[in-house]
């Protein structure tokens, strides 16, 4: 128990190591050169893996506190250039921010969805002098392996303007499927009980722990695998069939990770536009992810 925890522990410790990681300095040219490649216009003078780093400080950092940070590192001969704080604000909201989805693996899905508050006044402030009115939130939809609990697809938009849960997790799977993946299990709230999730899941030979309502009847158009769960779900009782299922892996794959990322970075956006709370959002989710893989790569 003593060996398991102290490993933990470095893993934790590790996942600090990555906001300093300067390993990609090596490839600064060869990078621009890719990145310049065909492009027109003024070349870039800072490459994106930098700008990627850039927009990590930024989620603990205003932009000229990262400004500050890059200025001395520069000055101490770790970084090639260096670049103001406007430069930072206008390039990381174009950075092409993917999901890595392995290839050939067998995975677990869970899917859920969350919301991250935009602006940062207190409550105070915001009753006395802001519109009471029930402000737009932006909405995140995670998929993740509760075996691993790795990230495994995302998706971010304003209140209101993103695909419902449902739809998000089907593309977040249908990448996974299409990387020459299975996946044996996939677990839901009663958010996913609809019928082209069900067929989604009996396409592609996916058990489903979906918590389907109470009032569910079996006859109508629904897809025989939700009859046939609806069948188990009422023959054995619900506590049965949580168990049977090993429900409970659904809250550490979304919920728990929902609470490791706001406990990192905290759940208020400080950007001002569409563009650049839906960028500052998903960097949160991918740098938590990142951090992650890095503090298990011993």
């Given at each position: 128990?003593?060996?398991?925890?102290?490993?933990?522990?470095?893993?934790?410790?590790?996942?600090?190591?990555?906001?300093?990681?300067?390993?990609?300095?090596?490839s600064?040219?060869?990078?621009?050169?890719?990145?310049?490649?065909?492009?027109?216009?003024?070349?870039?003078?800072?490459?994106?893996?930098?700008?990627?780093?850039?927009?990590?400080?930024?989620?603990f950092?205003?932009s000229?506190?990262?400004?500050?940070?890059?200025?001395?590192?520069?000055?101490?001969?770790?970084?090639?250039?260096?670049?103001?704080?406007?430069?930072?604000?206008?390039?990381?909201?174009?950075?092409?921010?993917?999901?890595?989805?392995?290839?050939?693996?067998?995975?677990?899905?869970?899917?859920?969805?969350?919301?991250?508050?935009?602006?940062?006044?207190?409550?105070?402030?915001?009753?006395?002098?802001?519109?009471?009115?029930?402000?737009?939130?932006?909405?995140?939809?995670?998929?993740?392996?509760?075996?691993?609990?790795?990230?495994?697809?995302?998706?971010?938009?304003?209140?209101?303007?993103?695909?419902?849960?449902?739809?998000?997790?089907?593309?977040?799977?249908?990448?996974?499927?299409?990387?020459?993946?299975?996946?044996?299990?996939?677990?839901?709230?009663?958010?996913?009980?609809?019928?082209?999730?069900?067929?989604?899941?009996?396409?592609?030979?996916?058990?489903?722990?979906?918590?389907?309502?109470?009032?569910?009847?079996?006859?109508?158009?629904?897809?025989?695998?939700?009859?046939?769960?609806i069948?188990?779900?009422?023959?054995?009782g619900?506590?049965?069939?949580?168990?049977?299922?090993?429900?409970?892996?659904?809250?550490?794959?979304?919920?728990?990770?929902?609470?490791?990322?706001?406990?990192?970075f905290?759940?208020?956006?400080?950007?001002?536009?569409?563009?650049?709370?839906?960028?500052?959002?998903?960097?949160?989710?991918?740098?938590?992810?990142?951090?992650?893989?890095?503090?298990?790569?011993?």
């Open positions: 128990m003593v060996i398991f925890m102290t490993s933990y522990q470095d893993r934790l410790v590790r996942r600090g190591e990555f906001l300093f990681d300067l390993e990609w300095v090596q600064w040219e060869t990078e621009l050169i890719e990145m310049n490649n065909g492009k027109r216009g003024r070349p870039f003078i800072f490459p994106n893996s930098m700008l990627t780093l850039q927009s990590v400080w930024h989620q950092l205003n000229r506190g990262v400004e500050g940070v890059t200025r001395k590192l520069f000055e101490y001969g770790l970084l090639k250039g260096s670049n103001d704080h406007s430069t930072i604000c206008r390039r990381e909201v174009n950075l092409d921010l993917k999901v890595e989805v392995p290839k050939n693996g067998n995975f677990s899905c869970s899917s859920d969805g969350t919301g991250m508050k935009i602006g940062t006044c207190g409550y105070y402030k915001e009753e006395k002098h802001g519109n009471r009115k029930r402000k737009k939130f932006v909405k995140v939809v995670i998929t993740t392996d509760p075996v691993t609990k790795d990230l495994l697809g995302i998706t971010v938009d304003l209140e209101g303007d993103i695909p419902s849960e449902s739809e998000c997790s089907r593309e977040h799977m249908q990448e996974i499927l299409e990387n020459e993946n299975t996946i044996d299990m996939f677990y839901g709230d009663g958010m996913f009980d609809n019928f082209k999730m069900f067929d989604f899941c009996e396409e592609h030979d996916i058990d489903p722990a979906i918590n389907i309502r109470k009032n569910a009847v079996l006859w109508g158009d629904s897809p025989p695998l939700r009859i046939e769960e069948m188990t779900l009422q023959s054995i619900y506590q049965d069939w949580k168990f049977m299922k090993d429900y409970g892996k659904r809250w550490v794959g979304t919920e728990g990770y929902f609470s490791s990322v706001k406990r990192v905290g759940e208020n956006l400080k950007s001002k536009t569409k563009k650049g709370l839906i960028h500052e959002a998903k960097i949160r989710f991918w740098a938590y992810q990142k951090m992650k893989k890095y503090g298990e790569d011993v």
